[in-house]
């Protein structure tokens, strides 16, 4: 285990905003396309 | 029915919708699982750098992405030459799937990049072989994108489409080797076929769970889409 705690996690040595920055974003942009492959599919599926 | 039959079987869209939704499904799951495990080792088993501190723990989306970005250009290139060589409807179709995932790993290649060059190399963005190539990436995915969206006949569209990502294709070697290639400030690969990795095992561990969960996400993503085509095309 690495951290003492949550403050420490999120601190991240100091690094914590290139560090979430890089998983925030990637992980928003994954699920957001998760979100519109639904919408897609399920609107396809309707229409047919 | 022979192998070879059921083969050119599933090359038919109709028949080949049902069997990508189930393998759509158990590659959602099992991305989900991986990502999960590798999240773990890569926060909480993985030690920290000794040179870096916490920022080198980019590395766990950075190198999966940068991968993902490289391979999937290849995928969609080779679906795209094979509709173009034998004109199947379903090649196409995949070629223009896999293309947004793809764009999207490498929009989160550089992004991760940019976050990681800024404490490491002091500057989010420079113009060196390794960071230039992969922009160019970025835009040949889009190029791709916006050619095939600009022609409304869908066959013209993947024949066009098919020419620009086999032209590209030029590019991913030039991505792969431009840290030999040139004197860039990017390092080298940490992890290759022929020698031991140049890091932590915990860490090389974290990063391939990352890797087969990004692989998994690309399959589920883009067998979803190509369901939505076929249901658009046919």
Known sequence: ?48 | MSATIKWYWFASPQSFFPLAGTIARVCWLGAALLAAGGLYVGFFVAPTDAQQGEAYRIIFIHVPAAWMSMFLYLVMASWAAIGLALNTRLSGMMASAIAPTGALFTFIALWTGALWGRPTWGAYWVWDARLTSELVLLFLYLGFMALQAAIDDPRRADRAGALLAIVGVVNVPIIYYSVQWWNTLHQGASVSLTRAPSMASTMLTGMLLMALAFWLYSIAAALTRVRCIILERE
């Open chain 1, 1 to 48: 285990m690495n951290w003492g705690g949550w403050s420490e996690f999120l601190a991240m040595g100091g690094y914590g905003f290139y560090v979430w920055g890089s998983y925030g974003v990637s992980f928003a942009l994954l699920g957001l396309e998760v979100i519109l492959l639904m919408k897609r599919t399920q609107q396809r599926e309707a229409k047919t």
